[in-house]
Every structure is written in structure tokens, then in C-alpha cells.
């Protein structure tokens, strides 16, 4: 088998806030490789540098030294190139705004053809199960709905990597599983390659190939475990041993990096 491309590759990334008091170090010596297809999970307590890491790739903030690339590209000729969709922790749809012209308002700004909206906005809106909501406002969605309108809007202009900082963070657990099991889907029928930002250690290791553990001040990876669980996994596969273990090394490294504080 030929080696997967990196869509992302870090080496000694650091990122230094220059704060009016003193200096934050939100990233000291990230080195991480994300390959084609990976399902990457950032998880680690406030703090840590998850949010800085996936603005650097997204070239909203600029690193201090190291290098990054996306798609083998500098984050900001990654961006002019339109490498990735970007979901944030809040829906951030526009409550004026049906969920179709929600979802079409980036395709709007990049100038892609009205018909061709349309057939984006469709395809996106079946891809997260939301076909029939076009023109509902958002506050007659429920959380849950609107998390996936906002997934749809990321997807719509159907780049290659998507960057998702804690979509479900906000919603209630029942749902969440429910949309957790529908992102395995979505990911296994797209081939995208998705970062993911995750308070929840069952989260991580349910959706992840590949789990980041991070810990804060300064922000850094503790650990990066391969995951050796099967692409295709139901819900109750949270219930193996084998589920358990990765779990286990999870809180491990979580549990490591916190005593380094004291
Ligand atoms: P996380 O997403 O893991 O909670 P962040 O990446 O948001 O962490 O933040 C990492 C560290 O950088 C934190 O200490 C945070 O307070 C600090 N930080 C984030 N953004 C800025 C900024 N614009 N200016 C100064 N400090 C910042
Ligand atoms: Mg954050």
C-alpha cells in the first residue's frame, strides 16, 4: 500500500500570544502528521491550545516558529485554495437567513453560479440528513439540527478537510450520539479527513483514527494514539475492551499532562 498524503504535517509548531502582561505559550513543539482520510480527535482540558492549533491550520492565526503545512501547502495559500470547511463551536447561523440561503452565503461569496448553489446546498443538506428544512428559519430547528445545518454550510463547497471545533460540545448526550454516529457515516461516505476538537473522552475514541492528547501552559501533545479499532463502528462498540483500553490511555495522558502543573 502507497503511504496516504499529509493534509496536515506539524513540526516543532509554536504559537506565543503576546498578552499585554506576559507571553502565553498556547503551542510549544506540536509535531503531528494527519494523513488522507484520518479522523483526528483533539481532546485536553481549557486551555490547551485545540482552538489556536486548528485557527493556525486555518490560517486564522499565525505561528511563532516551526512549520505547517495543509495539503502540502501554506495554511494560507491553503485557504485562498478553499482546503478546508470550517464548523465552530456555536452554529453561528445567520437567524434572518433561511437554512438554504445559511448555507449558500459562503458559496455566494466564493461566486459559485446559482444553479450550482443549489445543487451543493441539496446534496449538503441530504448528506446530514436535513432535506425537507430548506426553508425553515434556524430557531425552528432544534439544537441538534442547527449543529448539522452549520456541518451542511462546511460542507457545501466540498473541501477535502474539515475542521470541526467542538460542534457537539453544547448538545444534550442522547443527541449527541446520535450525531456522533451520523459523522462516522458522513465521513465514511465522503472520504474527507476531519479534525475534531472533543471535551468527552468517549467522543474521541468512538469517532477517531488518530487521538491527540494535549495538555496546557504551555499548550503541547502528551500523546498520540493510533487507534486500532475497526472504521465501521456501531455505538455499542463503546462497551469492548478494546474500546475501554484506548480510553483508558486517554485519561492516562490526560491525568500525566495535568500533574505537570503542580
Ligand atoms: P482550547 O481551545 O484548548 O481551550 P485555546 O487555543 O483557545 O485553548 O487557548 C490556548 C491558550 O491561549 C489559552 O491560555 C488562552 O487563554 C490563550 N489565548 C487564546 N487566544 C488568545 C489571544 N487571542 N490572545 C491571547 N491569548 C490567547
Ligand atoms: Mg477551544
Redesign the pocket.
Known amino acids: 500500500m502507497t503511504q496516504a498524503a499529509s493534509v496536515v504535517s506539524a513540526k516543532d509548531l509554536c504559537l506565543t ?1 503576546q ?1 499585554n502582561d506576559a507571553p ?1 505559550h ?1 503551542l510549544s513543539n506540536v509535531n503531528l502528521d494527519v494523513k488522507k482520510g484520518d479522523f483526528v480527535s483533539f481532546i ?1 482540558p ?7 492549533f486548528l485557527r493556525v491550520i486555518a490560517d486564522l492565526e499565525k505561528k511563532t516558529s516551526g512549520t505547517i503545512t495543509v495539503n502540502g501547502m501554506t495554511p494560507e495559500e491553503a485557504r485562498k485554495a478553499r482546503a478546508y470547511g470550517y464548523v465552530f463551536q456555536a452554529p453561528a447561523l445567520y437567524p434572518w437567513r433561511t437554512i438554504e440561503k445559511n448555507i449558500a452565503l459562503p458559496l455566494e461569496i466564493m461566486n459559485y453560479a446559482a444553479d450550482d448553489r443549489q445543487k451543493r446546498i441539496a446534496e449538503a443538506l441530504d448528506l446530514v440528513g436535513l432535506t425537507g428544512f430548506e426553508k425553515k428559519f434556524p430557531w425552528q430547528l432544534s439544537g441538534g439540527m442547527q449543529q448539522r445545518a452549520s456541518i451542511a454550510r462546511a460542507l457545501a463547497f466540498d473541501a477535502d478537510l474539515l475542521l470541526m471545533d467542538e460542534p457537539f460540545g453544547a448538545l444534550d448526550e442522547i443527541v449527541r450520539d446520535h450525531l456522533n454516529e451520523e459523522l462516522l457515516k458522513l465521513w465514511a461516505r465522503t472520504d474527507k479527513t476531519i479534525c475534531f ?1 472533543t471535551h468527552s473522552i468517549p467522543e474521541a475514541v468512538y469517532l477517531s483514527t488518530k487521538i491527540v492528547v494535549m495538555s ?1 501552559r504551555p ?1 503541547r501533545v502528551t500523546d498520540i494514539i493510533d487507534s486500532p479499532l475497526p472504521r465501521e463502528r456501531p455505538l455499542d462498540i463503546r462497551e469492548t475492551p478494546e474500546f475501554l483500553e484506548i480510553a483508558h490511555r486517554v485519561r492516562e495522558g490526560l491525568r500525566a499532562g495535568h500533574s505537570y502543573e503542580h
Not at 481549557?46 to 482552538?51: A, E, V
Open positions: 500570544y498578552a502565553v498556547a485536553g481549557s486551555g490547551c491550545g485545540k482552538t489556536t476538537v496546557p499548550g
